[in-house]
């Protein structure tokens, strides 16, 4: 993700339902204040489960 103009940490967070000490973490920020426009960092993947539609299946 490319830190825009306006962004903080939190409001990324809070955007893509994040854990701030998480995100700060896999970025090796130690200060959230210390973010500018136009770093790139990186967005963990969500864990759990992913909707599938169930398939259908034809019967002879």
Excluded: C, H, R, W
Excluded at 14 to 29: G, H, P, T
Excluded at 34 to 42: L, T
Aim: without cysteine; proline residues 10%.
């Amino acid at each position: 993700y490319t830190i825009e103009p306006g962004d903080s940490l939190f409001a990324i967070s809070k955007k893509f339902n994040l854990n701030m000490a998480e995100l700060m973490s896999i970025n090796n920020i130690t200060n959230p204040d210390k973010v500018n426009a136009g770093d790139v960092i990186q967005l963990p993947v969500a864990t759990g489960f992913i909707p599938v539609a169930p398939s259908t299946t034809m019967k002879p």
